[in-house]
T-cell receptor, first 113, second 113 residues
């Protein structure tokens, strides 16, 4: 597989559930990101991992917990979410230096009921 | 405060005509800009970029113009095609060597056949 792959594509969960989103990249990139896209809002950066170390956390609530076990995999663990957390969650990867932008996955459409 | 703004949420253009999508930014430290295109149910894909040392970058039907004094960039698509119908995001970073981008809210382009 090439590019950035996210699973699942769609997820419906109750507020008391625990679930995880998975992201995998086969591009040899050394930085990975979680973004949240809500309607009529900019893409919101949630977490940045560079060389498997979390380098940024944009004041994201603790009910979102990222994990980066290696440079190819990124997880977002979810627990006790709220309905307002319903959104499209996008994973991206890039080279840490040199610009060139991100390669995004197709996203996970999350609905919290 | 939104550092990257796309003030037009939507735009409709006839096939064959020019589409112009606009983006404004407030941070004078931004020096690298990108445009992404997003189809429904897919992640954003990189379209074109421009560094602040240039005022124009062209790639086929797509041209990005940068006006640093006005802190404004625009994406021109000529001629527009129905397949160009998508949401377009502009993004900016503070250095061509950094990996963190700030995104706008997006403009939904509809090209009418």
């Amino acid at each position: 597989e090439t590019g950035v792959t996210q699973t699942p594509r769609h997820l419906v969960m109750g507020m008391t559930n625990k679930k995880s989103l998975k992201c995998e990249q086969h591009l040899g990139h050394n930085a990975m990101y979680w973004y949240k896209q809500s309607a009529k809002k900019p893409l919101e950066l949630m977490f940045v991992y560079s060389l498997e170390e979390r380098v940024e956390n944009n004041s994201v609530p603790s009910r979102f917990s990222p994990e980066c076990p290696n440079s190819s995999h990124l997880f977002l663990h979810l627990h006790t979410l709220q309905p307002e957390d319903s959104a499209l969650y996008l994973c991206a990867s890039s080279q840490e230096k040199g610009g060139g932008g991100y390669t995004f996955g197709s996203g996970t459409r999350l609905t919290v009921v | 405060d939104q550092q990257v703004k796309q003030n037009s949420p939507s735009l409709s253009v006839q096939e064959g005509r020019i589409s112009i999508l606009n983006c404004d930014y407030t941070n004078s430290m931004f020096d690298y800009f990108l445009w992404y295109k997003k189809y429904p149910a897919e992640g954003p894909t990189f379209l074109i970029s421009i560094s602040s040392i240039k005022d124009k970058n062209e790639d086929g039907r797509f041209t990005v113009f940068l006006n640093k004094s006005a802190k404004h960039l625009s994406l021109h698509i000529v001629p527009s095609q129905p397949g160009d119908s998508a949401v377009y995001f502009c993004a900016a970073s503070g250095s061509s060597g950094t990996y963190k981008y700030i995104f706008g809210t997006g403009t939904r382009l509809k090209v009418l056949a």
